[in-house]
């Protein structure tokens, strides 16, 4: 009996001693004032608050870590969020994907820094690797996406109902501020039913085809900015379309439908890390398309740019050339916002100035189409000298003639994507690739919107290269970089204009060589006024564009468009456009 007893004696003891440590123990926490219990409180509150925005995150962005790795192949819709960053010259582009088997799902698509030319709203099928919410394309792999269903291709034609939402938040990354939010006077004039943009821009623009018609349908106040899972794709910004599902849940559905495009009014208080407006390229996933604006409110020309991005239009770029050098790649720039004379140019700065899209972009919207009119030539191929004349794009005619296109060969590469849009490549689409480039050929007067365009680019046809895709950026060829600069030819005898500083030591005479003089006079000016005529010449390297046909070619003979403004006035530019075969090495100063 002895043993019990010490073990139950042992045991009694043990349970005073428990006792004794938690009086103690709760003695202590009497003592810090309950400090432990507040902290586990804390630690409680925010495991429940998490779980409860894991389970109740917006759908628009990825959930974190989808897959590790895994091989994915799934067909779904796709969408393309394009920002515009004004400021510094500069866009960005998110590309979603919400798979059919799972449409409450959205995934980004890692394009690693390329643009892939697809219109929002387009199925696709999309093969590659997923992991963390995010879909890259396997190594070497030539078939990542491939198009389905192609919205791009849809014109812009009738009306189109725009619904928008004035947004004010309090508080957070996307904080507003209320002084910069424009009345609703001033919106109604820009897009209202009688608004600048929405009825007289567009039916200009368009010859009366397309017709925006707007309404604003709430004001919106937000206490703070929706707590969401923000990737790293979007850490430059708390991205406005981040809180699009928490807007739009504060509206009737039934009032949401009435309108195709939403467009958001947002005046951001802070826009370091922002762009100044955004927009889906042509539509959202859902087939809305939406428009952010976050600046520069009371500018038309940014309305005009981004519902230019939701009819699926890209940028209006350009190449400009060193003066008095080869045009090759080492002395040729592309810009990709470099055609100011077009609204999907850089934006400009007067709030009242907007210009027409270019002759490209109307041609894509289906507001001049090869066929059904007189509007638009296309030609195959150039092997005799033919004559056109065209009319100003701004005039409204039926029956005048106002772009001519030139088919190039179809092309394995984008245009300028291995030389002058190093900073901005493509994915190769295959079906897209399949598609032609052409050489576009229009002329610009001062009418109507166009009516401040400087004399650059109505004293001279313009010349355009473009593959036909909608959402590529559109290329200006700047032919005209100086004023009164002269190019002698050989067979010129007449004295050269004085230059500003001339060089003492006499021009020694060149010695003739066995090379053939051009046919043509090179003493013309790229840059005169009204009364004086253009030459313009576009270098051709197997039928693909190029600027110099001996970069990487080595050839002796390059074919050569030859592209001669005869006389412009009001009404129409005569352009007389021939074959040339000329040689390449080295290469010529001129077109």
Known sequence: MVIPVAKSFASGISKINTVAQLRTSFTQINQNGFAHILTLLFVLLGIAAGVYLVNNRTTFLPKANVGSGSEYDAVGKFTAIHSDFFNQKKSRDLYLFAPDNNPTSTLIIDSGNKRIPIAGGSRIRIKGVLKDGKITAKARSSDFINILEDTGKKEALGEIKVGIIKVNIKKGGLRTNPAKMPSDAILNSIMGSEG????????????????????????????????????????????????????????????????????????????????????????????????????????????????????GLGHSGMISCRLNAPRDYDNCFFNQYGETYSA???????????????????????????????????????????????????????????????????????????????????????????????????????????????????????????????????????????????????????????????????????????????????????????????????????????????????????????????????????VKIYPEKIPVLPPANTY
């Open 196 to 311: 600048v943009v929405s009825k007289d821009y567009f039916k200009e623009n368009s010859y009366g085809k397309l017709q925006f018609n707007a309404e604003i349908i709430k004001n919106i106040d937000l206490e703070d900015t929706p707590a969401v899972d923000i990737p790293d794709d979007l850490k430059f910004c708390k991205f406005p379309s981040i809180i699009t599902n928490e807007i739009e849940r504060q509206i009737d559905s039934n009032k949401l439908s009435q309108f195709t495009h939403l467009m958001f009014i947002i005046p951001i208080a802070d826009l370091f890390d922002c762009p100044n407006g955004v927009g889906t390229i042509f539509a959202s996933l859902d087939g809305k398309h939406r428009t952010w604006m976050l600046t520069n409110l009371n500018n038309i020309s940014l309305y005009a740019h981004e519902l230019g991005h939701n009819l």
């Open 344 to 574: 999907m140019g850089y934006l400009s700065f007067d709030e009242d100035l907007v210009y027409h899209y270019n002759a490209l972009q109307k041609s894509a919207l289906g507001w001049l189409k090869s066929g059904d009119s007189k509007g638009v030539v296309e030609l195959d191929e150039i092997v005799n000298e033919k004559t056109y004349k065209i009319a100003p794009l701004e005039y409204p005619g039926k029956d005048q003639l106002k772009l001519v296109k030139i088919r190039l060969e179809r092309f394995q590469n984008p245009p300028w994507g291995r030389v002058f849009d190093e900073e901005y490549p493509y994915v190769l689409i295959p079906d897209i690739f399949k598609q032609t480039e052409y050489i576009y050929i229009s002329y610009r007067r001062p009418v109507g919107f166009d009516s401040r365009l400087p004399p650059e680019i109505t004293n001279g046809v313009s010349i355009h290269t473009w593959t036909g895709i909608p959402y590529y950026i559109t290329t200006l060829w700047n032919l005209q970089p100086a004023r009164e600069i002269i190019f002698p030819s050989p067979s010129d005898d007449s004295t050269p204009p004085p230059t500003p500083t001339p060089t003492p030591t006499p021009t020694p005479t060149p010695t003739p060589t066995p090379t053939p003089t051009p046919t043509t006079n090179n003493s013309r000016y790229l840059y005169g006024g009204p009364e004086e005529n253009y030459f313009y010449t576009v270098s051709l390297c197997d039928k693909i564009a190029d600027l110099a046909c001996n970069k990487d070619k080595h050839q002796f003979f390059g074919s050569k468009i030859v592209i001669e403004q005869i006389s412009h006035d009001a009404d129409f530019a005569e």
